[in-house]
C-alpha cells in the first residue's frame, strides 16, 4: 500500500513538474498570451494573428500554388511557393502542405547545388529509356519516354581518378617520411649523428 501512495505521489510531483517547467513558445518569441491562447495552426494553415493575452491565434488558409504550410506553429505564416529556375521546369505544381517541386530540363543533369548543367553526349557512359506516367489534370494519364543517363559522368571519374592517384601520392611520401625518421633514429641511437 505504501509503494503504491510513493508512486501515485511520485506520478503527481511529475505532472506538477512538467506543468510548472512548460515553456510557451509564443512567449519566448515576445508575444504576450497564455498558454491556452498559444494555439498552432495545423499544416496547410498559417498564422493570420498571433495570440495576445487571452485571445487565441488567428489561423488562415494557405492558397494552392501560392502559398503553402507543412508543419503545426503557433507562429509560422504561410510561406510563399518557389518558382523554378530558368533551366527548371516544374515536376510537381505546389499544394496547401508542400512547396513546388523543380526538376531540370531535358538534356540537362542537377548538381548537388540545384544547379542544372547541359549534358553533353560524350558525358555519360550509358542512356536507358526510361518510361513515366503523369497524371494530367482533367484525369487522364499519359505515357513518356525520355532518355536518362544511367552511366558515370566522365567529369565526375576524372575528379575520382585524380582523388585516387593524389592519396596514393600522399601515402607514398608519408611511407618515405616515415623511413627517413627510422633511418634518422637509428644513426642517431649509434650515436654516428
Known amino acids: 500500500m505504501m ?28 508575444h504576450d498570451c497564455t498558454n491556452a491562447a498559444c494555439v498552432s495552426c495545423p499544416p496547410a494553415f498559417g498564422v493570420k494573428e498571433f495570440c495576445h493575452e487571452d485571445t487565441p491565434t488567428v489561423c488562415e ?6 502559398n503553402y504550410s507543412n508543419s503545426s506553429s503557433p ?19 505546389a499544394t496547401r502542405t508542400s512547396d513546388t517541386q523543380c526538376v531540370c530540363l531535358k538534356g540537362y543533369v542537377e548538381d548537388r ?4 548543367h547541359k549534358l553533353q553526349p560524350t558525358q555519360y557512359l550509358t542512356a536507358s529509356p526510361t518510361t513515366s506516367t503523369t497524371e ?3 484525369g487522364t494519364t499519359t505515357t ?10 566522365t567529369s565526375t571519374t576524372s575528379f575520382v581518378k585524380y582523388i585516387i592517384i593524389g592519396s596514393a601520392v600522399f601515402i607514398i611520401l608519408c611511407i618515405g617520411v616515415v623511413l627517413v625518421c627510422i633511418c634518422i ?7 654516428v649523428c
Do not use: M, W
Open 3 to 30: 509503494r503504491q501512495a510513493n508512486l501515485c505521489l511520485g506520478l503527481i510531483f511529475l505532472a506538477l513538474f512538467k506543468v510548472a517547467t512548460s515553456t510557451n513558445v509564443c512567449k519566448q518569441q515576445g
Open 61 to 66: 488558409p494557405c492558397v494552392a500554388e501560392v
Open 144 to 153: 513518356s519516354t525520355t532518355e536518362v543517363p544511367t552511366g558515370t559522368i
Open 185 to 191: 633514429y637509428r644513426c642517431c641511437k649509434k650515436r
Open 113 to 116: 547545388f540545384g544547379i542544372c
Open 75 to 93: 507562429l509560422e505564416l504561410c510561406k510563399r511557393v518557389a518558382e523554378c529556375a530558368a533551366d527548371h521546369i516544374v515536376a510537381k505544381k
Open 136 to 138: 494530367v489534370p482533367t
